[in-house]
């Protein structure tokens, strides 16, 4: 299958939003070096194609399969690294011969740096400007998964909506036709 080298760096926090084409019979991985101990989050969703699913499976570095799924629209998959190494995360269309889906996926690592300096350590209570800061981190970061989430489903529902008119468009020839050869 082809294969897809991405490079994030091992940032305490970080990561990457990929779209993507799969191809029909086709497989696509992508690799990340990932220190122990660290935790990632892999979320995927298909936004078109067939029956808009796709397998995948997630691979450690001993080459341990950690996560399978089959014929899946999207899922979450959370883990901790046990070892230090390359972790490989694959898509597979390998059971459809004639459709190809786009599939987007969104790989974070490490946890979110804390808003506020030393705020892990401090001792006294947040004061009330510090409180709402956090407050309206945490609202902005739900707008963002919402967005996302919206996003995807716009390009799917686009999707959807495009293929209709096509077969109606078809449908709407077919009837002319019909009707021309009746009238004839």
């Known amino acids: 299958g082809l294969v897809l080298v991405l490079v994030l760096g091992a940032l305490r926090a970080g990561g990457t939003e990929l779209t993507f084409e799969l191809p029909d019979s086709a497989k696509q991985c992508f690799h990340q070096e990932l220190e122990r101990g660290l935790k990632f989050t892999l979320d995927y969703q298909v936004i078109t194609g067939g029956h808009y699913d796709v397998d995948c499976y997630v691979e450690d570095p001993n080459g341990r399969t950690i996560y399978k799924e089959t014929k899946k629209q999207y899922d979450s998959f959370p883990y901790h690294t046990e070892v230090k190494g390359i972790y490989t995360f694959c898509f597979s269309n390998e059971f459809s ?48 998964d919402s967005q996302t989430h919206y996003r995807l489903r716009e390009a799917q529902d686009r999707s959807r909506a495009e293929d209709l008119n096509g077969r109606v468009s078809y449908w709407s020839v077919g009837e002319t036709l019909i009707l021309f050869v009746v009238s004839i």
């Open 97 to 144: 011969t004639f459709s190809h889906k786009t599939v987007y996926f969104d790989f974070q690592v490490g946890d979110e740096p804390p808003i506020l300096p030393d705020m892990n350590n401090r001792v006294t209570a947040l004061t009330q400007m510090e409180s709402a800061c956090v407050t309206i981190h945490e609202a902005l970061n739900t707008v963002i």
